[in-house]
């Protein structure tokens, strides 16, 4: 067995105590929310530290891994719902090009007028509207334009 030398010197305490601050801040973010990674380090863990003889329970595993699956289901589909509801709006702001629109004006009165084009480069689709941007869900009313 290897031997330990003795340590000796001495410590300033504050300063030693904003070292291990700045250097676990430094090198360490937080997870803010649980996914797979993180559910299987755990369950490592736990088979790592478990007790040889008392092991954990086939049954209890069984039902973690089961639940690790389930939440990276409920992930897919709400990653795929949300790209569903995108792709929506989309096509329903693709939709207004050359129809007449209404929508409420930052006075409080309503808006009338034809959608000229469509902008995606934000989260929400914005709408040319007489050359100003309306958001796609400001947009109030839809009718088809009248031919002069």
Same mark, same amino acid.
């Given at each position: 067995?290897?031997?330990?030398?003795?340590?000796?010197?001495?410590?300033?305490?504050?300063?030693?105590?904003?070292?291990?601050?700045?250097?676990?801040?430094?090198?360490?973010?937080?997870?803010?929310?649980?996914?797979?990674?993180?559910?299987? =380090?755990?369950?490592?863990? =736990?088979?790592?530290?478990?007790?040889?003889?008392?092991?954990?329970? $086939?049954?209890?595993?069984?039902?973690?891994?089961? =639940?690790?699956?389930?939440?990276?289901?409920?992930?897919?589909? $709400?990653?795929?719902?949300?790209?569903?509801?995108?792709? =929506?709006?989309?096509?329903? #702001?693709?939709?207004?090009?050359?129809?007449?629109?209404?929508?409420?004006?930052?006075?409080?009165?309503?808006?009338?007028? $034809?959608?000229?084009?469509?902008?995606?480069?934000?989260?929400?689709?914005?709408?040319?509207?007489?050359?100003?941007?309306? #958001?796609?869900?400001?947009?109030?009313?839809?009718? #088809?334009? $009248?031919?002069?």
């Amino acid at each position: 067995m290897p031997s330990i030398d003795q340590i000796s010197g001495s410590v300033d305490a504050a300063s030693a105590a904003a070292a291990l601050a700045n250097s676990n801040a430094a090198s360490r973010t937080p997870k803010q929310s649980m996914d797979s990674e993180m559910f299987m =380090q755990l369950l490592v863990s =736990q088979l790592k530290n478990q007790d040889p003889s008392s092991p954990m329970d $086939t049954n209890a595993m069984i039902g973690q891994t089961t =639940q690790l699956a389930m939440m990276e289901q409920i992930t897919n589909q $709400t990653t795929t719902a949300t790209e569903g509801f995108s792709l =929506q709006m989309r096509i329903a #702001a693709s939709n207004l090009v050359g129809r007449e629109v209404s929508y409420t004006g930052a006075d409080g009165k309503p808006v009338t007028g $034809t959608a000229t084009s469509v902008s995606f480069a934000d989260a929400v689709p914005r709408v040319t509207v007489a050359g100003k941007e309306i #958001a796609l869900d400001l947009i109030s009313g839809i009718s #088809a334009t $009248t031919s002069p």
